[in-house]
């Protein structure tokens, strides 16, 4: 039977087989030298690769070649788009299941409106509430790593790119709360009228190729709103720039439309002598290349 499989960064998986088949989405990254402002750019990499780079974890940022990089930075796929939604720091959507992604357990009156109330720290009574990302908080990591022990409650205090980093650092990322068991055994680590950080943040940043990926990976003062397109710098960190600065710039190739490209011509040849309602099913599942994941986002 003929199947079709969104991946984490919405590509489309297909095959001949009843058992779905996970494919890992393998991005190829291209530094250009040539330098170009962020629209140019975009405009060379959509003609010559897929799109301006996008990321969806550290692994994708570990295989960056960026020797050519400075501290001025290199354009990624990244842009501000005045839309906010909130997002988890761990972008893997195969960590959630369906509906996962969209737990909250705001206390009343929360998210509230205030200026720059952009992050989530958990209360000791499990609820969420938001505030400002430079306020200092403990914070818990998860690590995917130790099953005997997921959550750590860390007793520095942080901002919450702190917390963050040092998360990434030494575990994996700080913890999303998918579920009210979840909650229940994360609030049990903060101590009674205390607060920590966890992974929920707001931010109106689009991936060019229009991926869902929240993957992040900003500068401890970034972003800071001097400028709308964002940066990679030598260290692999992210800040946000003028639009209309000349820089260097990575795109990225998207496996998953070499493996469709593949797919089309094998089946076109398998296909030519086949039925002609056939041939026109399989083109229109083929040419729906990236598809978009409505349900990742949450105004
Ligand atoms: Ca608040």
């Given at each position: 039977m003929f199947y079709s499989l969104l991946t984490t960064n919405g590509c489309l998986f297909l095959g001949f087989s009843t058992a779905p088949v996970l494919q890992q989405s393998m991005n190829m990254y291209y530094f250009v030298s040539e330098l170009k402002t962020f629209a140019e750019a975009q405009l060379y990499c959509r003609a010559?690769?897929?799109?301006?780079a996008t990321f969806e974890n550290t692994d994708d940022l570990d295989t960056?070649?960026?020797?050519?990089?400075?501290?001025t930075g290199a354009w990624i796929g990244l842009m501000e788009t005045g839309n906010f939604y909130w997002h988890w720091a761990?972008?893997?959507?195969?960590?959630?299941?369906?509906g996962e992604i969209k737990y909250r357990n705001w206390a009343?009156?929360?998210?509230?409106?205030?200026?720059?109330?952009?992050c989530v720290i958990m209360t000791y009574k499990g609820q969420f509430q938001n505030t400002n990302c430079l306020d200092p908080f403990n914070f818990i990591c998860y690590d995917v790593n130790s099953p005997e022990q997921r959550y750590t409650y860390i007793s520095f205090l942080y901002t919450w790119r702190g917390a963050q980093r040092h998360c990434r650092l030494y575990y994996t990322d700080l913890v999303s709360v998918r579920n009210l068991d979840e909650n229940n055994q994360i609030m049990d680590?903060?101590?009674?009228?205390g607060f920590a950080y966890i992974g929920l943040f707001k931010d109106d940043f689009a991936w060019s190729d229009s991926s869902?990926?929240?993957?992040r990976n900003w500068?401890?003062?970034?972003?800071?709103?001097?400028?709308?397109c964002v940066a990679l710098t030598d260290n692999k960190f992210w800040k946000t720039e003028l639009c209309g600065k000349l820089k260097p710039f990575f795109c990225y190739r998207s496996e998953c439309l070499s493996f469709t490209n593949t797919m089309c011509a094998l089946l076109t040849l398998i296909i030519i002598s086949s039925s002609s309602i056939m041939y026109s099913v399989l083109n229109v599942i083929l040419n729906v290349k990236c598809l978009d994941l409505s349900d990742a986002y949450d105004q």
């Open positions: 010559t690769y897929t799109d301006l960056l070649q960026t020797d050519q990089v400075t501290y761990l972008a893997d959507r195969r960590f959630y299941k369906d009343a009156f929360e998210p509230d409106d205030g200026l720059n109330q952009d680590l903060i101590p009674t009228l869902m990926s929240s993957f500068d401890l003062l970034q972003p800071d709103f001097l400028g709308e």
